[in-house]
T-cell receptor, first 113, second 114 residues
Framework: SQELEQSPQSLIVQEGKNLTINCTSS?????LYWYKQKYGEGLIFLMM?????EEKSHEKITAKLDEKKQQSSLHITASQPSHAGIYLC?????????????FGQGTTLQVKP | DSGVTQTPKHLITATGQRVTLRCSPR?????VYWYQQSLDQGLQFLIQ???????AKGNILERFSAQQFPDLHSELNLSSLELGDSALYFC?????????????FGPGTRLTVL
């Protein structure tokens, strides 16, 4: 079965610093989602990448999909305390036309003011 | 606010009991998904419904069942509860049934089994 591995598992950065979170799949990626979660709360949709080489940005967050490497990266520029939380990547984990997603274990980000 | 609503927000019950979690999808969304999030297993897919019909199943226990009603809201029924069922249960919804249809998550129901 497909697995997603995120690295690093946790990250502490100083406010204003840039950072990157990676998500690597054990199988071919057919679409990749990024979500943000505050501890114990719901997931906030950030971006969905569908094609290899695709890059999307939302405010100071940029995500890329590298199909050949079966990997996606999430880059935050000039981090702020509001960026703190758990970042989860999700990918298609089924067969046929379904929306079954599997998720990585999450990356916990702390931003020190 | 994603537009997906879940009730109740918190639920505390005892082992052996049965509970029902409710989800209302975003207006216009036909797919509803249920996920379970626990510390040891992470976020796991349970089941998907599309326009009232089951579309995909994950590692959902036989003690768990779900359905989607004609008005598109969904319920997840958990029975013969065990301590290990304590988790956050999320509902998500999307317009379409495939993976290219963005999924929006509700705030979750925190279930505590004592």
């Amino acid at each position: 079965s497909q697995e997603l591995e995120q690295s690093p598992q946790s990250l502490i950065v100083q406010e204003g610093k840039n950072l990157t979170i990676n998500c690597t799949s054990s199988k071919t990626l057919y679409g990749l989602y990024w979500y943000k979660q505050k501890y114990g709360e719901g997931l906030i949709f950030l971006m969905m990448l569908q094609k290899g080489g695709e890059e999307k940005s939302h405010e100071k967050i940029t995500a890329k999909l590298d199909e050949k490497k079966q990997q996606s990266s999430l880059h935050i520029t000039a981090s702020q305390p509001s960026h703190a939380g758990i970042y989860l990547c999700g990918a298609y984990g089924g067969s046929g036309n379904t929306g079954k997603l599997i998720f990585g274990q999450g990356t916990t980000l702390q931003v020190k003011p | 606010d994603s537009g997906v609503t879940q009730t109740p927000k918190h639920l505390i019950t005892a082992t052996g009991q049965r509970v029902t979690l409710r989800c209302s999808p975003r207006s216009g969304d036909l797919s509803v998904y249920w996920y379970q999030q626990s510390l040891d297993q992470g976020l796991q897919f349970l089941i998907q419904y599309y326009n009232g019909e089951e579309r995909a199943k994950g590692n959902i226990l036989e003690r768990f069942s779900a359905q989607q009603f004609p008005d598109l809201h969904s319920e997840l029924n958990l029975s013969s509860l065990e301590l290990g069922d304590s988790a956050l249960y999320f509902c998500a919804s999307s317009v379409g049934q495939g993976v290219r249809s963005e999924q929006f998550f509700g705030p979750g129901t925190r279930l505590t089994v004592l």
